[in-house]
């Protein structure tokens, strides 16, 4: 029997969302999560264990998708509110939205080099959007009913989206047009996109089928039934050899695309899982589903040769033949049972690298704009306190009092992990002291904005007032 280094195992179990999660995606620095949900937020996970997570607010209603800009720098959400919203990934959770469609908006995908989005809605449209301007550019319409998924091919040139009316459509951006549509489904299709090299696009369709077409030929190539229930979101891994889908019937299952077989199926949600994604160099996988969990489940069977995890596939899931009756003489007759056509994974039962401790969460902001102009608050008995603490340690090496460094977005690295002539508890009492801090500043911070925009508004209205009885006096 083969070792199971090369089974994926469950690493981490975020919980944090109070409602559906709708949608995953890796920071490509591969120390990020993000997540949204139906309970109106955004989450950006680290990676690290037990490091703080920070929870953004600003949609008005449910946040239906997410995804990283190639560079990391930016996040784009896009939620039932018909806006979509981009974020910088840190602690000041500056923002800023533009109205995207008349309906809500189900996907949103940056391109390749970072300077387009593509969106997909209720309205029935497509549209792709100047992502640095906010500027829409064109408008692909030929759906009959709700878009749900909208992707664009790795080059730029070719978008893939599905819909409602039970059609996958191939369109041209340069063209502006569709270019083909398939329709094989015998339902509709949740979620599509392009494979790596841009060869194929896969569906995850509410038939409970997984299909896949070579744009080239426009040909379908695969059909997968392995769900007993609606697929509802897919992702191909980086090499491009493997696929995994995600589904209404609580499970995950990666294909083998190359055999064209099923290989795992993974256990771990308590409900139907909703998004599945791996990371962009495809160490990891993460996972959402309406039991308001995040699942971050790591790869291991990649860092084996190809051959080798297919040859391990095949001696665990065929067993051995029955001895014959020349080479043994068994005492009970032996029964011949067929083999198992996928090896199933589930971290309640098998033994499994699981943190399972929640990680502290941050609200950030209430939706700040980007415009809202960051002021500094200073706050006497948290100054005082912070000084005694620096005096304890070397100010010099002292990072971002949240954690995160405010310019580059990156996780910052705590002193109390740099010092080891600290004792112990007193490097946890010191933690405790600056994660203290850190909460009272921030909260110092967002009673000032708020108190900051009260006044405007006031000052607002006494102008108004003013102006009221100017007219009336003339």
Sequence with gaps: MASALEDPTLEQNFKGHKDVVTSVDFNPNNKQLATTSID?????????????????????????CVQFSPSGQLVASASRDKTVRLW????????TAFTAHSAAVRSVNFSCDENFLVTASDDKSVKVWNAHQQRFLLSLKGHNNWVRSARFSPDGRLVVSCSDDRTVKIWDTVRRECINT?????????????????????????DNSVKLWDVRINKLLQ??????????????????N????????????IMDLLEGRL???????????????????????????????????????????????LKSHSIRTNPAPAPQITDIHPRIPHLHTS??????????????????????????????????????VEVKCASHLTDQVNRSLDPSRLTSSYGMDSASGEPATSILEECTNIPPKLASTLGHIVEQLD???????????????????????LDNQQTVQQVRSS
Excluded at 49 to 64: K, L, S
Excluded at 242 to 253: E, G, M, R, V
Excluded at 344 to 364: E, G, K
Aim: net charge neutral; charged share 15%; proline share 5%.
């Design 88 to 95: 910088t990934p840190n602690v000041k959770g500056a923002s």
């Design 223 to 240: 059909h997968y039934q392995v769900h007993s229930s609606a697929v509802n979101c897919l992702s191909f891994h980086p090499s491009g």
């Design 439 to 461: 909460v009272l500043t921030q909260t110092v911070s967002i009673l000032e904005q708020r108190l900051t925009m009260t006044e405007d508004k006031l000052q607002e209205c």
């Design 263 to 309: 290989l795992y199926t993974l256990h771990g949600h308590q409900g139907p899982v909703i998004a599945v994604t791996f990371s962009r160099h495809g160490e990891y996988f993460a996972s959402g589903g309406s039991d308001s969990q995040v699942l971050v489940w790591k790869v291991n069977f990649d860092s084996i040769p190809y051959n080798d995890v």
């Design 40 to 64: 109106k937020c955004l989450m950006i996970w680290n990676l690290k264990p037990q490091t703080r997570a920070y929870r953004f607010t600003g949609h008005r209603d449910a946040v239906m």
């Design 339 to 376: 083999g198992l056509q996928t090896i199933q994974i589930d971290p309640r039962v098998h033994v499994a690298d699981m943190q399972l401790s929640d990680p502290p969460v941050t609200d950030v902001g209430i939706g700040f704009s980007s415009q809202l102009k960051s002021r500094a």
């Design 242 to 253: 493997y696929l995994i889908t995600a589904s209404t019937d609580c499970t995950l299952k």
């Design 182 to 206: 398939f329709t094989d489904h015998r339902g509709f299709a949740n979620f599509v996109d392009f494979n790596p090299s841009g060869t194929c696009i896969a569906s995850a369709g509410t």
